[in-house]
């Protein structure tokens, strides 16, 4: 069955430090990965998404993901947090076609950016 | 281009009462896909519609139930509610099945069942 580890429940940053918020996967086949953001009151957005190819994906927002097949990894980073990303972060996996919309999700991390 | 809607967006129910939720799709958008998210449990997958039709469907008890429209707009329904059903449901709409077709998340209903 396919899962998705998030290690860290809560991260707090300093406005214009750099951000990594690490993400580790369980898939038996080829993992479609996505990274997703969530504010109070909001539903989800999409950051960035791999499926195959350049293993270092760009995103919105200034966020980028890096995919380590070989260590099961999808690490969302992003060089100087500002204040307005602070938000809670969701790492899913999905898979081909056969397995249609449905996404496994992390249990989330939720950034805080000090000031 | 309006996003995915939901309604209500709050609701407050009783332990044993039923409840409907709708989810109104991205114009164009034919799939839909339903989650419940707690603190508990985290974001877990319900069930997802194509075409009128289920065509997956999470670990949930047989109380939870959906259906999809000829216009792609979507319902579930809880019956006979229990505390623990008390989460925030998202819907999520994409043009067809698929993981390369984009989700968007609408903002959810926030059910709280006492």
């Known amino acids: 069955a396919q899962s998705v580890t998030q290690p860290d429940i809560h991260i707090t940053v300093s406005e214009g430090a750099s951000l990594e918020l690490r993400c580790n996967y369980s898939?038996?086949?080829?993992?479609?990965l996505f990274w997703y953001v969530q504010s109070p009151g909001q539903g989800l957005q999409l950051l960035l998404k791999y499926f195959s190819g350049d293993t270092l994906v760009q995103g919105i927002k200034g966020f980028e993901a890096e995919f380590k097949r070989s260590q099961s990894s999808f690490n969302l980073r992003k060089p100087s947090v500002h204040w307005s990303d602070a938000a809670e972060y969701f790492c899913?996996?999905?898979?081909?076609?056969?397995?249609?919309?449905?996404?496994?999700f992390g249990t989330g991390t939720q950034l805080k950016v000090e000031l | 281009k309006a996003g995915v809607t939901q309604t209500p967006r709050y609701l407050i129910k009783t332990r044993g009462q039923q409840v409907t939720l709708s989810c109104s799709p991205i114009?164009?958008?034919?799939?839909v896909s339903w989650y419940q998210q707690t603190p508990g449990q985290g974001l877990q997958f319900l069930f997802e519609y194509f075409s009128e039709t289920q065509r997956n469907k999470g670990n949930f008890p047989g109380r939870f139930s959906g259906r999809q429209f000829s216009n792609s707009r979507s319902e579930m329904n809880v019956s006979t509610l229990e505390l623990g059903d008390s989460a925030l449901y998202l819907c999520?709409?994409?043009?067809?099945?698929?993981?390369?077709?984009?989700?968007?998340f609408g903002p959810g209903t926030r059910l709280t069942v006492t």
């Open positions: 898939y038996g086949a080829t993992p479609y």
């Open positions: 899913a996996v999905g898979g081909p076609t056969g397995g249609g919309n449905k996404l496994t």
């Open positions: 114009s164009g958008h034919r799939s």
């Open positions: 999520a709409s994409s043009l067809a099945l698929g993981q390369t077709y984009e989700q968007y």
